[in-house]
């Protein structure tokens, strides 16, 4: 998927910021080896960096990593694919925020895998990632209006729960010490929050639509949302976060 780097650092720099509080959870110590896996623009990659950690930064975005790698020289950055990606050498840490949960559900043991073999033994894997209900109400909403215009909503993410998601990574060779699934409303920025956040993120399902179709929907999906998403004249996205912290053995 290409993305709109500016508009990303602009308007969704929460998605990074975010990120940051899982940094807490790493337990190696500074000059560790990290791969920050679906490192977008590096923005945290540069703050783990700064924290002493031996950071790679992995991502499959030509035009994230161009970003990344304008931005954040000192670090290197590599394309990669995370459900098959193989590192010249073992890591310490992998660390990954707000990927996951793009990639399909087949392809998950792939992903969690290839993540088991990219450590070395006592590595530990810490994530998060959209979980069990995130923006609910803004799919069910997407959902609803692609019927009204006959079409199928094809759901582009998957949100899994903590009991779909850790039995994966035990089968994977994890073990899991930490996980928490909860709520966290996300204020958007602007006026054109949601609209925005909608262009940015639900992109898939639109494909090969006419853009006239494109807007109306969009349009009408943020009319149904506001008496839900719209505080006091602040755009919130309704989001539920998969919080996780793994070893492998």
Known sequence: MAWDTATYTKQFSF????????????????????LDLGCGEGSLSAILHSKG???????????????????????????????????????????????????????????????????????EFIFEMGGHGNNALIHAEMEKLFTQYGKRYRFPFFFPTI???????????????????????????GSDGLSEWIRMFIRSPFEGMEEKEHREIIEEAVEELKPSLLKDGVWYSDYVRLRIRAVIL
């Open 163 to 189: 009991g779909e998601y850790t039995p994966m990574m035990e089968k994977a060779g994890f073990t899991v010490t930490d996980a928490f699934l909860f709520d966290r409303p996300t204020k958007l920025i």
């Open 15 to 34: 998605v990074p910021q975010y990120g940051t509080a899982m940094v807490d959870m790493i337990t190696h110590k500074s000059g560790s080896s990290l």
């Open 53 to 123: 950690f031996l950071v790679t930064g992995l991502d499959a975005s030509e035009e994230m990593l161009a970003a990344a790698r304008k931005n954040h020289p000192g670090i290197p950055f590599i394309q990669g694919d995370a459900t098959a990606f193989h590192p010249s050498h073992p890591y310490d840490v992998v660390f990954s925020n707000a990927v996951l949960h793009w990639i399909p559900q087949e392809k998950q043991m792939d992903l969690l895998r290839c993540v088991a073999s990219a450590l070395h033994p006592g590595g």
